[in-house]
């Protein structure tokens, strides 16, 4: 099923789950510092959500030179494209999550934050739908665009080029409310690529608005890890992220 076409090109892709046992999704946004798209944090995710039961697509947004708002527009539509076809693939449209990974992880959080109208927003009928997510699942992301000791600036420069300005209003951690969604978050300690202190700040904004969050840091491990499967330490991620959808999606 093709749900997106954009210049030729599809851009959310679906995987279906053979052995469907629930009637929540993932909306998944790989990483890769707005610069390309990591597919092991893409189709490896969505393979690995099919095993849960779950349905999956992956959003392959716009990434460099294109720039801010694109991203987040091909991040909106995608989630009101799910909710649109949700009569037609037995889905929800109130359990699906945002899932991202570095870069994707940055814009999961805008799109949970970042509510305002965006110039060049899609006229069709499509807007009257909601973009939020019901959840954010978030593997060692990016966050912060105001701290500069901890953001990842390649990240930022590919997302913002040289307005830095509007980078830092819009950072995440500045806008969460009671109304942000639920979150997963996981990084290591240790990660080389991306501070794990990202994580933290979400995770402490989240927690001081009231909004339910998990956060699991492991004390070692290289970026851009993915599913992690030769790690038995950080691997756990996959477990705690099933029993997180589990208890959240499961009524």
């Not at 390309?36 to 099919?50: P, Q």
């Not at 095993?51 to 716009?62: K, N, Q, T």
């Not at 593997?139 to 390649?154: E, G, I, N, R, S």
């Not at 979400?202 to 970026?223: K, M, Q, R």
């Amino acid at each position: 099923m093709k749900l997106w076409d954009h210049e030729n090109e599809e851009r959310l892709v679906y995987y279906p789950a053979k052995n469907k046992k629930s009637d929540a999704a993932a909306v998944i946004f790989p990483g890769g510092a707005y610069a390309f798209l990591a597919d092991h944090e893409g189709r490896g995710y969505a393979e690995f959500l099919n095993g849960l039961g779950y349905d999956a697509f992956v959003c392959l947004y716009r990434v460099a030179p294109h720039r801010f708002p694109l991203p987040l527009l091909d991040a909106r539509r995608a989630m009101r494209l799910v909710r649109a076809n949700a009569g037609k693939t037995g889905i929800d449209p109130q359990k699906i999550a945002a899932m991202g990974s570095s870069a994707g992880g940055s814009l999961v959080t805008l799109l949970s934050t970042c509510l305002d109208p965006l110039p060049g927003e899609d006229q069709d009928g499509l807007r009257a739908l909601p973009f939020l997510p019901d959840a954010q699942i978030l593997c060692y992301p990016v966050v912060t665009l105001k701290d500069d000791a901890v953001t990842h600036t390649d990240s930022r420069f590919n997302l913002f080029k040289d307005d830095l300005a509007a980078a830092r209003v819009l950072s995440p951690e500045l806008h969460v409310t009671a109304q942000t969604p639920p979150a997963f978050l996981w990084h290591t300690a240790d990660d080389p690529g991306v501070s794990v202190f990202n994580t933290l700040l979400y995770a402490s904004a989240l927690h001081t608005a009231g909004v339910g969050v998990e956060c699991h840091i492991f004390p070692h491990g290289d970026h851009g890890l993915g599913l992690a499967e030769g790690d038995p330490v950080v691997g756990a991620w996959r477990e705690l992220l099933a029993r997180f959808l589990y208890r959240l999606f499961s009524r």
